[in-house]
Structure formats: structure tokens, C-alpha cells
């Protein structure tokens, strides 16, 4: 009786660790791990909430991915409202040339909020982010018992609440939650947003070169569209591998936003450098490069509201961007929230442009402003 139970409990570990190699494969290395595998545009509009067709659509009918889909519906929609809409009309309206351009989209200490960067940069060809969190794995999620896929889908959304409520991430509690079960890391959360954002899911693959990372080629407009992110610390000069990476792929577009002020100091001073060097135009709220350090060539114009920050944001408080909204008139308003303050009447933004950059074609060039001095 004795040799009966030992041989069924070895027989029910084995099963075990057969299902944890099956879930630490991940969809990045093979697209597809079954002829019977869903399709990885199915996997991302799944975790997103989305319908789907295939071998994951039975999955859809448990009351925990019905709540997710509801969740995840209601809190789409608000974005909707709130912030997709009133940004691209903004754009449409102060930025047009940004907006329609396919130049390459920057967007450093971003984390996987691609998001952002597809409301202000919809068009770019390649699409450049890079953060501290790993890229994380989604397996085959019709391998995934019930119980499991439930407690992913959950972990999901706590770590999307706070960028669906507000405008960023609270990476603490990101951290936290991408750690948790099978369904981890920001790849799931770059899953969400394309597929919320209407692009179909083409391929996906792991990258070590200029860093570890992953990349991610999609479709939804005129032509295939590139995402990559890279997982990398910011800190040190701009001639790391990964800046002379991007330097390759710019001039580009350049969005800074939630950067917990870090390139307010020199730990900092090579990306800051390498934004300034490789950018058209720089899209940011007060945390990214301050005011005083953009230099002659630049043009710096101030939307919404400078609201001082308090706690441990208080010491990057900038007199000379104050100033700017002391004066009367004042930068014009927002429409939409923008940074750290969450309220859309404590929005602020700074559209700096400069006058040339020798690399562009004439034809391209933006027409001379006045610059500040």
C-alpha cells in the first residue's frame, strides 16, 4: 500500500513539473507552441478583455475573465474620455507635424507604457522604451489551470489600475503585482495596450542587443509598426551601447513623463544629453529635462498649470518654469490631466521644438521660431 501511495505521489509531481516547464515557455520564443496554440494577436485581445475567436474563446465564458472584460471595458472607456481623445485632438491642433510624423518615438524611464506613447506619436515606425522592469513571459494560456489564469487575470489589472486611473504607473506597486503567477513582467501590459488601441499582434521576439529586451512588430494603420522595450538602467553617459542604439534610429520624437525628476541631476546627464542631441521635438511634463537646461536652439512652450509637488518632489521645484505661468497672459489651458497631478486642471506640458538639426533633409526642416532665450 505504502510503494501504491509513493508511486501516485511521484506520478502527480512529475505532472507538476511538466506544467511548470509548459507555463515558463514563453510565446515570444515560439508564436506558436501547438498547432492548436492561440495566435498571439488572440493571447494580447484575450488579456485585454477583448472577444476572441479560436482556442481561447471557451476560456471566455468563466465568470472571472467575464469580470475581468467588464473591468477592463469600464476602465478603457473613462481612459477614452479623459485622456486618449482630448490628447489627440491636441495634437491635432498644437502639434499636427509630431503627430503625423514616422519618425522614431523615444520614450525613456517609460516602463511598458506604450500607452503614451501612441496617443501623442501614432504614426512612428519605431517606437523605443525602456525602463527598470523585466520583460516577463506570457505562456500558453490555454495550459494554465483555471485557478491560475483567474489569479493572473487579476494580478493584471492591479497592476494596470493606477496608469488607467491616473496617467503613470506607481512602479512599487507595478512591481509587486507583474511578480506575481505566470502571467508577468510588462509584456502582458504591452499586450493590453495594443490590442486596446487596435493594432493586431504580428510577432514577438526576445532581444539581448542593445540590451535585454524584446520586440514586438504590429499592424493597424498604412504600414507594420515596431515596438521595442528594453529592459536597462538610464544612469551613466550617452555612450552607452543602448544610446548609440537609439542615436542610430533618430532624430526622433521624444516623450518624458512620471521621470521622477532624475534628469534634474548628473547621475542622469547622459540620456539627458542624448534626448537633447537626438530629438525634433520633446513632449514632457516638469519631471523630465528642466527648463534651465535646454539650450540655445531650443523653444520651450507651456501648456496648463505648474503645481509645486510636495513630500519627496519638493526640492526640484523650478522658479524660472514658475515664472513662466506668472505671466499674464498665462500658458494656455489643458483639457486633459498630464504628469504627476492627476486633476486635468493641474495638467502641465512643455512642447519644445528646436530650429534645426543638421541630419534632416532640407525639405523637412521646421520653419525658424523664435527661440528662448
Same mark, same amino acid.
Given at each position: 500500500? @505504502?510503494?501504491?501511495?509513493?508511486?501516485?505521489?511521484?506520478?502527480?509531481?512529475?505532472?507538476?513539473?511538466?506544467?511548470?516547464?509548459?507555463?515558463?515557455?514563453?510565446?515570444?520564443?515560439?508564436?506558436? #507552441?501547438?498547432?492548436?496554440?492561440? %495566435?498571439?494577436?488572440?493571447?494580447?485581445?484575450?488579456?485585454?478583455?477583448?472577444?476572441? %475567436?479560436?482556442?481561447?474563446?471557451?476560456?471566455?465564458?468563466?465568470?472571472?475573465?467575464?469580470?475581468?472584460?467588464?473591468?477592463?471595458?469600464?476602465?478603457? @472607456?473613462?481612459?477614452?474620455?479623459?485622456?486618449?481623445?482630448?490628447?489627440?485632438?491636441?495634437?491635432?491642433?498644437?502639434?499636427?507635424?509630431?503627430?503625423?510624423?514616422?519618425?522614431?518615438?523615444?520614450?525613456?524611464?517609460?516602463?511598458?507604457?506604450?500607452?503614451?506613447?501612441?496617443? +501623442?506619436?501614432?504614426?512612428?515606425?519605431?517606437?523605443?522604451?525602456?525602463?527598470?522592469?523585466?520583460?516577463?513571459?506570457?505562456? !500558453? #494560456?490555454? /495550459?494554465?489551470?483555471?485557478?491560475?489564469?483567474?489569479?493572473?487575470?487579476?494580478?493584471?489589472?492591479?497592476?494596470?489600475?493606477?496608469?488607467?486611473?491616473?496617467?503613470? +504607473?506607481?512602479?512599487?506597486?507595478?512591481?509587486?503585482? #507583474?511578480?506575481?503567477?505566470?502571467?508577468?513582467?510588462?509584456?502582458?501590459?504591452?499586450?493590453?495596450?495594443?490590442?486596446?488601441?487596435?493594432?493586431?499582434?504580428?510577432?514577438?521576439?526576445?532581444?539581448?542587443?542593445?540590451?535585454?529586451?524584446? @520586440?514586438?512588430?504590429?499592424?493597424?494603420?498604412?504600414?507594420?509598426?515596431?515596438?521595442?522595450?528594453?529592459?536597462?538602467?538610464?544612469?551613466?553617459?550617452?555612450?552607452?551601447? +543602448?544610446?548609440?542604439?537609439?542615436?542610430?534610429?533618430?532624430?526622433?520624437?521624444?516623450?518624458?513623463?512620471?521621470?521622477?525628476?532624475?534628469?534634474?541631476?548628473?547621475?542622469?546627464?547622459?540620456?539627458?544629453? +542624448?534626448?537633447?542631441?537626438?530629438?525634433?521635438?520633446?513632449?514632457?511634463? !516638469?519631471?523630465?529635462?528642466?527648463?534651465?537646461?535646454?539650450?540655445?536652439?531650443?523653444?520651450?512652450?507651456?501648456?496648463?498649470?505648474?503645481?509645486?509637488?510636495?513630500?519627496?518632489?519638493?526640492?526640484?521645484? /523650478?522658479? !524660472?518654469?514658475?515664472?513662466?505661468?506668472?505671466?499674464?497672459?498665462?500658458?494656455?489651458?489643458?483639457?486633459?490631466?498630464?504628469?504627476?497631478?492627476?486633476?486635468?486642471?493641474?495638467?502641465?506640458?512643455?512642447?519644445?521644438?528646436?530650429?534645426?538639426?543638421?541630419?534632416?533633409?532640407?525639405?523637412? /526642416?521646421?520653419?525658424? %521660431?523664435?527661440?528662448?532665450?
Amino acid at each position: 500500500m @505504502k510503494c501504491r501511495i509513493l508511486m501516485a505521489l511521484l506520478l502527480i509531481s512529475a505532472s507538476y513539473a511538466g506544467l511548470a516547464q509548459t507555463v515558463g515557455v514563453s510565446q515570444t520564443v515560439s508564436p506558436s #507552441l501547438s498547432q492548436n496554440a492561440a %495566435t498571439l494577436d488572440e493571447t494580447a485581445r484575450f488579456l485585454a478583455g477583448m472577444p476572441v %475567436t479560436g482556442v481561447l474563446e471557451p476560456l471566455t465564458h468563466d465568470p472571472a475573465w467575464q469580470e475581468h472584460a467588464q473591468a477592463m471595458n469600464e476602465a478603457w @472607456k473613462r481612459k477614452e474620455q479623459q485622456q486618449i481623445w482630448p490628447i489627440r485632438q491636441w495634437m491635432q491642433a498644437n502639434a499636427p507635424q509630431y503627430h503625423r510624423s514616422n519618425d522614431t518615438a523615444f520614450y525613456m524611464f517609460s516602463g511598458p507604457d506604450f500607452l503614451y506613447a501612441s496617443i +501623442f506619436f501614432p504614426l512612428s515606425s519605431n517606437y523605443i522604451l525602456a525602463g527598470l522592469e523585466p520583460v516577463g513571459n506570457v505562456p !500558453d #494560456l490555454t /495550459q494554465l489551470p483555471p485557478e491560475m489564469l483567474r489569479a493572473d487575470l487579476l494580478s493584471l489589472r492591479s497592476s494596470m489600475n493606477s496608469i488607467l486611473r491616473f496617467q503613470y +504607473f506607481i512602479t512599487k506597486e507595478m512591481r509587486a503585482d #507583474l511578480g506575481r503567477g505566470n502571467v508577468g513582467g510588462t509584456l502582458p501590459i504591452l499586450y493590453v495596450f495594443l490590442a486596446r488601441l487596435g493594432y493586431t499582434v504580428n510577432d514577438v521576439t526576445r532581444v539581448t542587443s542593445p540590451a535585454e529586451g524584446v @520586440k514586438i512588430t504590429f499592424t493597424g494603420g498604412e504600414q507594420p509598426q515596431t515596438l521595442y522595450y528594453f529592459k536597462t538602467d538610464l544612469a551613466g553617459g550617452a555612450n552607452s551601447a +543602448f544610446l548609440r542604439w537609439c542615436a542610430a534610429r533618430g532624430p526622433g520624437l521624444s516623450l518624458i513623463k512620471a521621470a521622477s525628476f532624475l534628469m534634474h541631476g548628473d547621475g542622469f546627464s547622459g540620456v539627458r544629453n +542624448f534626448l537633447l542631441q537626438n530629438s525634433r521635438v520633446i513632449i514632457q511634463d !516638469d519631471s523630465g529635462i528642466p527648463l534651465r537646461m535646454f539650450p540655445k536652439g531650443w523653444k520651450v512652450n507651456c501648456y496648463g498649470r505648474y503645481v509645486a509637488h510636495h513630500e519627496e518632489f519638493e526640492k526640484y521645484h /523650478q522658479p !524660472d518654469l514658475a515664472a513662466v505661468y506668472e505671466q499674464s497672459p498665462p500658458p494656455p489651458a489643458l483639457s486633459f490631466a498630464f504628469g504627476y497631478h492627476w486633476q486635468k486642471e493641474d495638467g502641465l506640458l512643455m512642447l519644445a521644438t528646436r530650429e534645426a538639426l543638421p541630419a534632416l533633409p532640407a525639405e523637412e /526642416q521646421p520653419q525658424k %521660431t523664435s527661440v528662448r532665450r
